[in-house]
């Protein structure tokens, strides 16, 4: 694994490598997995988003939390955190468009910094 040079990374793989037993190739495989699996919830997110189906990103970042808790990327959490909060309470939806956009641009950094440093941009 190299990591993206001039950046710290977005993500911490502690628990993964726990997981794998340190097994570089099940980490690199699990990865990939996450950054398919994230990148497409993000974009159900945005989809729901745009039809004004509030209860489905609700449900959509419930299904996606979890898994990033085991890849470190506590920014995506935090965010994820706050737009759970604000579907809870009466809210602006031009905000929630902007935590959104927050979530998506977040996202895409994170995914683009996997992508290089476990050599994975033809997945």
């Not at 097994?23 to 997995?33: C, D, L, P, R, S």
């Not at 497409?40 to 449900?59: G, R, V």
């Not at 809870?88 to 994170?110: H, P, R, W, Y």
């Amino acid at each position: 694994m190299q990591l993206s040079q001039n950046s710290e990374p977005q993500y911490d793989l502690y628990l993964i490598d726990k997981m794998c037993r340190g097994n570089q190739e099940q980490i690199v495989n699990m990865v990939a997995v996450f950054v398919g699996e994230v990148s497409q919830s993000i974009e159900e997110i945005n989809t729901a988003f745009a039809d004004k189906d509030f209860s489905a990103i609700k449900k959509l970042t419930h299904k996606v939390k979890p898994t990033l808790t085991y890849f470190g990327v506590a920014k995506l959490e935090k965010e994820l955190l706050e737009i759970d909060t604000m579907l809870l309470q009466d809210f602006d939806v031009n905000e929630l468009g902007l935590k959104l956009s927050n979530l998506t641009n977040l996202t895409a950094t994170i995914v683009e910094q996997m992508k290089n440093d476990f050599n994975l941009k033809n997945k």
